[in-house]
C-alpha cells in the first residue's frame, strides 16, 4: 500500500527537483502540473541480524531445519548473488558473508568437509578475488579462495556443466555441475528488487548460454509485462519452468534476504530525502558536492560515486524451498518500494545514475544507460507502465562515458558494428546473436579476465524490447546527439527542448509523470 507524500503534483511552491544524470545530478524545474513519484522510506530494520539469519536457518518455510539436512560426507555448495547486487555495493560486512559464516558454523558442527562457494554470476564478468572478499569476508575467503574452493561460476566450462533435462517447452536446464551433484546446495540472495530471487536465482545464476538463450532473447523480453512482476513476465514463466524441474533434481535450500532504502551515506544522504524537506545544512552540502562535481575530472568523479558504500538496512530474511521463500521475500519487497499511482501518462522523465548492474566498479556506456532506462526503470511498475501507449520517455544522462575495454569488450562492437546497421531487437537478435555468442576470443576474455560474456550486450538490448515496443518515443536530456542516433533515439540539451520535440506524439501540454529514484521504487498503475 501506498503512504501520504508520495506522489507529489508541482505547483509554483515546488523548489527545482533532483535529477540524476551519469556521474552527477543537476536541479530541474518541471512544469507545473507535474506528477512525481517518490520512493517510499526506509523500512525500519531488523534489531539482531544475526539472531535474524539462525532463526530464518532453523525454522525454514516448508523445509527441514538446516542443521538436519547437514551430515558427514556429504557434498555441500553454496552459491551467492555476485557484485551487480546490491546497487549501490553494501558498506561491509555485506549480508551474503554473513549468512555464509552462518551456514559454514552450522556445516562444521555437522561434519561437513567436502564445501564449495560458488559466485552465481552467469554470463556476467568474473569477479575479482577483492570482490569475492567484499561479499563473503576475509575469514570465509581466507579458508575458501587460496584452496580453489571459492570461485566464480563459468559458464563456458563444458566438463562443468550438467544438463538436467528441458521444460514442457522444450527449454533446456543446464547449470553448473557441482551444484547439481551436490547433496544440498544452499543459495544466498539479495532481493534489491521484485525481478530478483525465486527460480531466477539457480536457474539464471548458475546456467549456461544454452539454458538463457530461451529467456534472454527479444521475443521473451517483450513478453515482459514488467520484469518487476513475475507473474506477468514471460522471463520469469520460462525461468520458473526451469526452477522446478531443477526442483525435482537437486535439493535447493534457497535464503532471500530484503534490504531498506537506505542507499545514500553522509555526505550524500540528502539525496534520500525530498527536495521540500532540505534542511539548511543539507542544502549547503547539496551546493558543494554539486559544484565539485560540476570542476572534477571525469575519473575523480568517477571514484567519488564508485568508492561510496551504501548503509541498507536488513529488512528480512528467509530461508526454505524456493517458491514459499520468494512469496515472502516479495510481501517485504513490496512493501519497502511500492507506491500506489493512479493512471497512465503522456510523458515518462527519468534520470539515470551513475550505477547499474553491470558497471560496478566500471563505466555505464551508453547500452547500459538504455538499458537501465528502458529495461530497468521503465519496468518498475506493477499492473500497467507509466507512461501509455504511444507516449514519450525522457531520460537524463550524457551517453558519453564510454566503454570499458577489460569489462565490456563485445559492447564496443556492438555498437559500432550491429546498431550501425539495426536498432530493433529481434533483427540484431536474429542475424548477430550467434556470432557474438560463439565468439572464441570473447569467450576467451570471460574465462580468464574479467570480461561480460560475448552475448552480454544483446541481452542488455533486449531488456529494453517492452519498452521500445511501447512507447512512441525517446529522448535524452543532455545526450550526446551522435549516440543517441546510433542507439535510435533523439537529444536534447534541455528538458523544454525534450517537450518540444515529443510535441508531435504526446500533444502540446501532455500529463507528465517523474520516477523521482533512486532509492528504488515499484509504481502499482491503477
Same mark, same amino acid.
Given at each position: 500500500m501506498s503512504r501520504p507524500g508520495f506522489v507529489l503534483e508541482v505547483d509554483d511552491r515546488t523548489p527545482p527537483l533532483i535529477v540524476h544524470e551519469g556521474l552527477g545530478f543537476r536541479l530541474e524545474n518541471f512544469p507545473l502540473g507535474t506528477r512525481v513519484v517518490y520512493p517510499p522510506e526506509s523500512l525500519p530494520a531488523v534489531p539482531d541480524v544475526d539472531e535474524a539469519i539462525r532463526e530464518a536457518l532453523l525454522n525454514p518455510v516448508d523445509s527441514d531445519p538446516l =542443521?538436519?539436512?547437514?551430515?558427514?560426507?556429504?557434498?555441500? +555448495?553454496?552459491?551467492?548473488?555476485?557484485?551487480?547486487?546490491?546497487?549501490?555495493?553494501?558498506r561491509p560486512p555485506d549480508i551474503r558473508g554473513r549468512i555464509i559464516e552462518h551456514v559454514l558454523t552450522m556445516a562444521a558442527e555437522a561434519g561437513v568437509d567436502d564445501v564449495e562457494l560458488i559466485a552465481a554470476n552467469a554470463l556476467h564478468r568474473r569477479m575479482t578475488a577483492a570482490e569475492l572478499k567484499h561479499i563473503v569476508g576475509e575469514r570465509v575467503f581466507r579458508s575458501f579462495y587460496p584452496q580453489g574452493k571459492l570461485y566464480n561460476f563459468d559458464a563456458e566450462d563444458r566438463d562443468n556443466l550438467s544438463h538436467l533435462g528441458?521444460?514442457?517447452?522444450?527449454?533446456? &536446464?543446464? &547449470?553448473?555441475?557441482?551444484?547439481?551433484?551436490?547433496?544440498?546446495?544452499?543459495?544466498? /540472495?539479495?532481493?534489491?528488487? $521484485?525481478?530478483d530471487g525465486g527460480h531466477k536465482s539457480v536457474g539464471i545464476g548458475l546456467a549456461s548460454y544454452k539454458s538463457l538463450r530461451h529467456h534472454h532473447n527479444a521475443k521473451t523480453m517483450v513478453h515482459s509485462r514488467s520484469f518487476m512482476d513475475h507473474?506477468?513476465?514471460?522471463?520469469?514463466?520460462?525461468?520458473?519452468?526451469?526452477? %522446478?524441474? &531443477?526442483?525435482?533434481?537437486?535439493?535447493?535450500?534457497?535464503?532471500? +534476504?530484503?534490504?531498506?532504502?537506505?542507499?545514500?551515506?553522509? =555526505?550524500?544522504?540528502?539525496?534520500?530525502?525530498?527536495?521540500?524537506?532540505?534542511?539548511?545544512?543539507?542544502?549547503?552540502?547539496?551546493?558543494?558536492?554539486?559544484?565539485?562535481?560540476?570542476?572534477?575530472?571525469?575519473?575523480l568523479r568517477h571514484k567519488m560515486f564508485h568508492d561510496m558504500r551504501s548503509v541498507?538496512?536488513?529488512?528480512?530474511? /528467509?530461508?526454505?524451498?524456493?517458491?514459499?521463500?520468494?512469496?515472502?521475500?516479495?510481501?517485504?519487497?513490496?512493501?519497502?518500494?511500492?507506491?500506489?499511482?493512479?493512471?497512465?501518462?503522456?510523458?515518462?522523465?527519468?534520470?539515470?545514475?551513475?550505477?547499474?548492474?553491470? /558497471?560496478?566498479?566500471?563505466?555505464?556506456?551508453?547500452?547500459?544507460?538504455?538499458?537501465? $532506462?528502458?529495461?530497468?526503470?521503465? /519496468?518498475?511498475?506493477?499492473?500497467?507502465?507509466?507512461?501509455?501507449? !504511444?507516449?514519450?520517455?525522457?531520460?537524463?544522462?550524457?551517453?558519453?562515458? !564510454?566503454?570499458?575495454?577489460?569489462?565490456?569488450?563485445?559492447?564496443?562492437?556492438?555498437?559500432?558494428?550491429?546498431?550501425?546497421?539495426?536498432?530493433?531487437?529481434?533483427?540484431v537478435g536474429e542475424k548477430y546473436e550467434q556470432q557474438f555468442a560463439q565468439d572464441p576470443w570473447y569467450i576467451h576474455l570471460y574465462r580468464t579476465s574479467h570480461a561480460y560474456h560475448g552475448v552480454h550486450p544483446f541481452y542488455m538490448w533486449y531488456w529494453?524490447?517492452?519498452?521500445?515496443?511501447?512507447?512512441?518515443?525517446? &529522448?535524452?536530456?543532455?545526450?550526446?546527439? %551522435?549516440?543517441?542516433?546510433?542507439?535510435?533515439? %533523439?537529444?536534447?540539451? +534541455?528538458?523544454?527542448? $525534450?517537450?518540444?520535440? $515529443?510535441?508531435?506524439?504526446?500533444?502540446?501540454?501532455?500529463?507528465?509523470?517523474y520516477l523521482h529514484n533512486p532509492p528504488h521504487l515499484l509504481a502499482d498503475v491503477r
Open positions: =542443521p538436519t539436512q547437514l551430515f558427514a560426507g556429504m557434498k555441500l +555448495t553454496i552459491a551467492f548473488d555476485d557484485l551487480s547486487l546490491p546497487l549501490p555495493t553494501m528441458t521444460t514442457d517447452k522444450g527449454e533446456d &536446464i543446464e &547449470i553448473s555441475k557441482r551444484a547439481a551433484e551436490s547433496d544440498l546446495l544452499v543459495y544466498v /540472495n539479495v532481493n534489491l528488487v $521484485a525481478m507473474k506477468h513476465s514471460a522471463m520469469h514463466h520460462s525461468a520458473w519452468r526451469m526452477g %522446478r524441474v &531443477i526442483k525435482d533434481t537437486v535439493k535447493v535450500f534457497q535464503i532471500e +534476504t530484503t534490504l531498506n532504502n537506505d542507499i545514500f551515506p553522509k =555526505p550524500y544522504d540528502f539525496l534520500q530525502k525530498r527536495e521540500w524537506e532540505w534542511s539548511v545544512k543539507d542544502q549547503a552540502t547539496m551546493l558543494g558536492v554539486k559544484r565539485g562535481l560540476s570542476v572534477a575530472p571525469q575519473k541498507y538496512g536488513l529488512t528480512g530474511v /528467509n530461508a526454505g524451498e524456493v517458491e514459499a521463500v520468494h512469496e515472502r521475500t516479495l510481501q517485504k519487497v513490496h512493501q519497502q518500494h511500492c507506491v500506489e499511482v493512479q493512471g497512465q501518462s503522456d510523458v515518462l522523465v527519468m534520470g539515470i545514475p551513475y550505477v547499474g548492474p553491470y /558497471n560496478v566498479n566500471s563505466s555505464l556506456n551508453p547500452i547500459l544507460a538504455t538499458c537501465m $532506462a528502458l529495461g530497468y526503470y521503465f /519496468n518498475s511498475y506493477r499492473g500497467q507502465p507509466v507512461v501509455r501507449k !504511444g507516449g514519450a520517455v525522457i531520460v537524463y544522462h550524457p551517453l558519453n562515458e !564510454g566503454f570499458n575495454q577489460l569489462h565490456h569488450p563485445s559492447y564496443v562492437d556492438f555498437y559500432e558494428e550491429v546498431l550501425a546497421e539495426s536498432t530493433d531487437p529481434a533483427v529494453s524490447a517492452h519498452a521500445m515496443d511501447h512507447v512512441g518515443d525517446v &529522448i535524452w536530456v543532455g545526450g550526446d546527439r %551522435r549516440v543517441a542516433s546510433r542507439l535510435g533515439f %533523439r537529444a536534447a540539451s +534541455t528538458l523544454q527542448d $525534450a517537450l518540444e520535440m $515529443a510535441s508531435s506524439s504526446v500533444g502540446s501540454s501532455p500529463s507528465i509523470t
